[in-house]
């Protein structure tokens, strides 16, 4: 643990021992969030996706209870943050918040035969803003599914702790999500990137090797209504663009089409709309697989390029983007040392990454962040990121 991990701790376990009486057998684990390097929206199409974690997260400090009650309590949220439940009465009805995501996990587990013997208390940290696209909901589910593991000693690996937290996502919360986020999270690897073909789950770990260069986030700080219902939108706008391409071919995802194949295709897609939504899944998974083979060969250049790409087909054909977030990807690719910069994330707000020349990290930062304040009056907020590990016990 470093220093501020250390202090986080302690100030969890401190507040958890507020909350609950005492500290007494409690244990403290760590799960993160992730930023896609490339591969937006095709996680739900059976294309590729290409995450990696981060080492911000959420944390918590839990302990098993005698009795039934499930105890949840947030240090992000206000005095009310704390709720109670109960373990035998876990159906999403008239429930609502921040609890809904941890106790859609303890539900699904339920339902996949391993529902707790006893319930438990929690209290947990985010240090993740909420609503940014760094994916703050599926470290909380991730690292829900990391303490029933450890606690009572359930058998899931890291894959099915993501499937789990998809699951419950789409089933108790009502997003209908890909599996990009969870996969991320328990499955993360120290200065790795997964590319992940969605259509199987197989999988391969990139080494993220920026010699000279880093990730840089830069957090719009804002988040617009439509992200639940435009995120569902566009996945049932796929489904039916696909529903009309299989009338004329025997493909069973988007994400089976290269870009000359929908070319050839395209036609039987009824809706111009939904025409532009399905090139944007078909193309950006096709960029998604040239974007790995230039990070492996060295040539970040090619992959920032993509990266730009990326955005502008999320801006113009998926409709995912914001004025915000285009002026922070826009002005980026006018900076010098700057080799691309896209929305990440679900979109609808949030932020974006680039990769940014270590010598023209700070100049990035003054620039960007003096322009984004000029053209909509807001503080945008930057962190520079390495790829970190899974979930963890601290
Ligand atoms: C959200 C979803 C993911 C993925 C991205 C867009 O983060 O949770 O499954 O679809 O949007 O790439």
Not at 123 to 129: S, W
Not at 305 to 321: I, Q, T
Request: glycine letters at 10%; one cysteine or more; hydrophobic letters at 35%.
């Amino acid at each position: 643990m470093n220093e501020d991990e250390k202090k986080l701790t302690t100030e969890l376990k401190a507040a958890f021992a507020a909350q609950y009486g005492d500290e007494e057998g409690v244990r403290l684990f760590f799960a993160p969030g992730r930023v896609n390097l490339i591969g937006e929206h095709t996680d739900y199409n059976g294309g590729h996706v290409f995450p990696c974690a981060l080492s911000i997260g959420t944390y918590a400090a839990a302990r098993k209870r005698d009795d039934r009650k499930i105890r949840l309590f947030s240090m992000n949220g206000k005095s009310d943050s704390f709720e109670e439940f109960d373990l035998d009465d876990l159906e999403p009805a008239g429930k609502s918040g921040w609890t809904m995501y941890p106790l859609g996990v303890v539900w699904t587990f339920g339902l996949r035969g391993m529902l707790p013997e006893t319930g438990f208390e929690m209290a947990i940290y985010g240090n993740i803003p909420n609503g940014s696209g760094l994916s703050s909901s599926a470290s909380l589910e991730v690292l829900t599914g990391f303490v029933l593991k450890n606690l009572y000693g359930f058998d899931v690996d890291g894959v099915e702790l993501a499937k789990i937290g998809q699951y419950s996502e789409n089933n108790y919360n009502g997003m209908k999500c890909g599996i990009m986020d969870q996969f991320a999270s328990a499955m993360g690897k120290k200065d790795h990137a997964i590319f992940l073909d969605t259509a199987d789950l197989t999988y391969e770990y990139a080494p993220v090797k920026l010699d000279g260069m880093k990730l840089v986030i830069a957090n719009s700080r804002v988040k617009h209504q439509l992200t639940d219902s435009g995120y569902n939108d566009r996945r049932r706008t796929c489904e039916e663009a696909l529903e009309d391409l299989k009338k004329v071919t025997g493909i069973s995802a988007l994400g089976e089409l290269t870009p000359e194949k929908y070319e050839e295709l395209k036609g039987a897609i009824r809706d111009d709309d939904h025409r532009r939504k399905a090139k944007h899944a078909v193309y950006e998974n096709d960029r998604t697989i040239r974007a790995i083979k230039a990070l492996k060969a060295g040539d970040i250049e090619g992959f920032g390029k993509l990266m730009n790409e990326s955005h502008v087909s999320l801006r113009d054909d998926y409709d995912v983007s914001c004025p915000e977030v285009d002026v922070l990807a826009e002005t980026a690719w006018t900076i010098p040392g700057v080799m691309g910069a896209r929305i990440t994330g679900g979109g609808f707000g949030g932020c974006t990454v680039a990769i940014v020349r270590d010598e023209s990290i700070e100049r990035y930062i003054e620039v960007l962040g003096r322009t984004y304040k000029e053209k909509t009056g807001l503080e945008a907020e930057f962190y520079t990121v390495t790829p970190g590990d899974g979930p963890a016990e601290l």
